[in-house]
């Protein structure tokens, strides 16, 4: 007999994680247990504010779902099909599935990338986060982070430090910078501007979502001006990859916490590529456990940011280790 469970994961973070809509000290994600008989499958849940998602929303929704779980399903497309009838969240769906997949893997004795039918990927290089601070704390934060180890790291900002944090951090990191501003800017002629009084834009490797998501026409314009590439995050969620994205945007950034399923996502990728986009991996602030699945998938991305397991005090999974800027499966270290 199936039995599903749920749980909360309290993760204290290296530092107060900043970025244009919020700042925290902590997050709290949920487990999703699946135990059958004596086999046991997880799947975590990195639940977001700016999608509609919070732990209340998300337990209720589970609690209706495990409630009504049919007994006699056996693949993953019944589970997710299920999941939609219930009209899950997201990152419910994919914490669900998740757990569901990874009983399998024990089940039949095969990994993860096995039944998704993916290449093996054993360590990726990832890029680091900064979150948004006062200028004068950015070279401190690197040296007390070592963070010259990585060969990217991602900038946050807002309109307001954008020129400023950018110029700070390219004077003496030697890496390129991946800057993330959440949707902080509402005209692309602001975006245009930041580009332009930025020194050193050889380092500025791409911007990822400077327009609000609904900026549909303004995301046009700027496509057609920008001297770097543009990537979608928030613009993409559970949307299938069509030339809506291949006109606005270089490139998407796929989380399995935003596309809801292993499955979506790994389509997402498939259409991004047909269409000529860059793709990208990425996470939200996530235990070993998220970045382990996300890992799953990775095989053949252009660029990968998943790094949410490192900005957390103490991994309560230890799944992953990362050295030198780059994350290993434990068990293959």
Known sequence: MMKWSLEDIHLPLKFNWKIARNETLFKTNLLVRLKVDELEGLGEVAFNIRYGEDSEKLKHEFEHFSHDFPQDIESVEEVMEFCAQKELSSSLRFGIESAFVHYLAVASGKSVHELLGMPSVTSLKTSFSLPIMPIGELDEFIKKHGLERFQSL????????????????????????????????????????????????????????????????????????????????????????????????????????????????????????????????????????????????????????????????????????????????????
């Open 154 to 333: 991602k900038l946050k900002v807002n309109h307001e430090n954008a020129i400023e944090s950018f110029n700070q951090l390219a004077k003496n990191y030697k890496g390129k910078i991946r800057v993330d501003a959440n949707e902080s800017w509402s005209d692309p002629d602001q975006v245009l501007h930041f580009l332009e009084k930025i020194k050193k834009l050889d380092s500025l490797e791409f911007l990822e979502q400077p327009l609000k998501a609904d900026l549909h026409d303004e995301s046009l314009d700027l496509k057609k001006y920008s001297p770097v590439m543009i990537f979608a995050d928030e613009s993409l969620t559970t949307q299938n990859i069509t030339e809506y994205y291949s006109d606005r945007f270089h490139g998407v950034n796929i989380k399995l916490m935003k596309s809801g399923s292993y499955l979506k996502a790994i389509r997402q990728l498939r259409e991004a590529r047909k269409l000529g986009l860059k793709t990208m991996i990425g996470c939200m602030i996530e235990t070993t456990l998220g970045i382990s699945s996300a890992m799953n998938i990775a095989y053949g991305a252009d660029y990968l940011d998943l790094d949410g397991c490192l900005l957390i005090e103490k991994d309560p999974f230890n799944f992953i280790l990362e050295e030198k800027g780059r994350l290993f499966r434990a068990d293959l270290h």
